[in-house]
């Protein structure tokens, strides 16, 4: 999988290698495989819960 990010050079990601993205970085992603999978997490999170 490649990264495309705006103003920055691509970066390729390889299995079992994490990247942050900030919040308003601006981003494609290319050179899918097809047995690809991604975790995303999202921090802060916030949830609305109640005990």
């Known amino acids: 999988m490649e990264l495309i990010a705006k103003n920055q050079e691509p970066v390729k990601l390889h299995k ?3 990247y942050v993205i900030p919040p308003d970085m ?3 992603v ?3 495989s097809e047995n690809l999978e991604i975790l995303e997490v999202s921090l802060p999170g916030s949830y609305n819960t109640s005990h």
Do not use: N, P, Q
Request: aromatic share 12%; charged share 20%; proline share 0%.
């Open 16 to 18: 079992g290698d994490a």
């Open 30 to 32: 290319s050179a899918l």
């Open 26 to 28: 601006k981003y494609a």
